[in-house]
């Protein structure tokens, strides 16, 4: 689960846009409270991340998952230093019927950006209404989430969300950033035959979004499945999506 910003000039109220400025994506990070919201909103069931990222998938380095500590009084001072005046009112485009307690923790990511001096205002509609509004650029922050099944391994979010957006990659860039040394690394990964190398390149380009806070990493959801007794078996996967042929049923149910 991760937070996306516009990169674009202006904002949806045709406003100038601050968080194309990585001290202020910086500060959007520092003023969320993530263990607040893995304790309160999410019962202790989330992992919070630093990653972009899973452990179990290849490309993960741990050096990476790391997450900068909550200070809002350092956010305050940094969106001070980078003029971003006090009240700006920004979309924050949330799905009613997306993530795990999606609309809940985007309450509390407003309120904690409220605290700022922001005004964030909180955009919450199902998918079928929002997708539209962020493909075509007409919101400001977003959420996203992102199932990357390990024989993708990192590649996948590399070359569908965070590569500049041209032809067929970057099909997920929905705040228009891009990064001429990241795609270069995309770009290489993805026609490297040596594992070791091409999981290297990954991470270097994962270093990069890291440092430049392009997106900030929230948690990795919990998948929660409930079955009747009758059946003995039902295999769960990274992407949280059933297969039923893989359903055993109990011989006596």
Not at 122 to 147: C, E, F, H, M
Not at 238 to 243: A, F, M, S, V
Request: hydrophobic fraction near 40%; include cysteine.
């Amino acid at each position: 689960v991760m937070i996306g910003f516009p990169f674009r000039e202006t904002l949806v109220s045709g406003e100038p846009n601050p968080f194309a400025d990585r001290a202020v994506r910086e500060a959007m990070y520092r003023a969320i409270d993530l263990d607040l919201i893995h304790e309160r909103i999410m019962r202790g069931k989330s992992r919070v991340a630093g990653a972009v990222v899973a452990p179990p998938i290849p490309g993960y380095s741990e050096d990476l998952d790391t997450i900068p500590e909550y200070d809002l009084e350092a956010a305050k001072a940094l969106l001070e230093e980078a003029g971003v005046p006090e009240g700006l009112s920004f979309e924050f485009n949330c799905l009613s019927d997306g993530l795990v307690n999606e609309e809940q923790f985007c309450q509390a990511i407003a309120s904690m950006w409220s605290r700022l001096g922001l005004s964030p205002q909180l955009d919450v509609a199902p998918r079928a209404v929002q997708s539209p509004k962020r493909t075509g650029g007409n919101t400001d922050i977003y959420t996203l989430g992102w199932a990357t099944l390990p024989m993708l391994d990192s590649y996948s979010p590399l070359i569908q969300i965070f590569h500049s957006k041209e032809g067929n990659s970057g099909v997920f860039n929905w705040g228009g950033w891009s990064y001429p040394e990241l795609d270069a690394l995309v770009q290489a990964a993805g026609q490297e035959l040596d594992l070791e190398t091409r999981l290297q390149l990954q991470n270097d380009a994962m270093r990069i979004i890291k440092e430049e806070h392009i997106m900030i990493p929230l948690h990795q959801q919990p998948m929660a499945w409930a079955v009747s007794t009758a059946v003995s078996e039902m295999p769960l996967f990274p992407d949280n999506k059933p297969r039923l042929w893989f359903a055993q049923m109990d011989s006596d149910g």
